[in-house]
């Protein structure tokens, strides 16, 4: 049944409001990458972005729902399609997200170390901790519950930005070294590899040597 009440957005008319959306976000994410998003207010993005507060507020009704919408958007920009759904996809991530943690490291580092970028990357945590808990169990399911959360908790880290800019600021791994050494190091973890075996070359996609 048709509802009288409801508004017709046109396709261009909706297309116009997403890419409206997509550059108050961007305006966020360039004021983490420079450190300072715990001072940035409402009107400080809306005259950045070009738009007025009011229209800030048709697309996010509180400033915490705002900070809630930039993480999944900061994901769509690096190129991560959410949280890993598979084993097979999470044995190759590394190779695909380390280039692109280097393409955005400003926004990737803010993200990670300042308060506002954790608070951004924490409002994720339940459907990241499932995620990750479920590919472990995918393949070892003979964990309790205790062993399971330990083992999603490594894997997950080893493949992060964190494990990322680890390798790279810690041991001087280049991003491709970085990547293969966080691949292998799941593999070994998740029982694809086994670790006695420094010859054996991960059957990961993108990264194979």
Not at 93 to 104: E, K, N, Q, V, W
Request: net charge positive; charged share 25%.
């Amino acid at each position: 049944m048709y509802d009288m009440n409801a508004k017709y957005l046109s396709p261009i008319r909706q297309r116009y409001m997403a890419q409206t959306r997509d550059r108050i976000l961007d305006v966020v994410i360039e004021n983490l990458a420079k450190g300072d998003l715990d001072k940035l207010t409402i009107l400080d993005i809306a005259l950045e972005a070009g738009v007025t507060e009011r229209t800030i507020y048709r697309h996010f009704q509180t400033r915490e729902d705002l900070l809630k919408a930039v993480w999944p958007h900061m994901q769509s920009k690096i190129g991560m399609s959410g949280f890993p759904k598979d084993v097979e996809t999470l044995l190759a991530a590394p190779a695909s997200l380390f280039p692109r943690f280097d393409m955005y490291e400003g926004s990737v580092r803010a993200s990670m170390y300042s308060p506002a970028g954790r608070e951004v990357r924490t409002g994720a945590n339940p459907a990241r901790q499932q995620a990750f808990t479920s590919c472990v169990s995918e393949v070892l399911p003979e964990l309790d519950d205790a062993a399971r959360r330990r083992r999603a908790a490594v894997v997950q880290m080893i493949g992060s930005s964190h494990g990322w800019a680890c390798l790279k600021d810690y041991w001087g791994l280049d991003t491709k070294e970085a990547a293969r050494a966080a691949a292998e190091a799941i593999a070994i973890l998740l029982g694809r590899q086994d670790p006695k075996d420094s010859k054996h070359q991960t059957d990961i996609k993108g990264a194979k040597t």
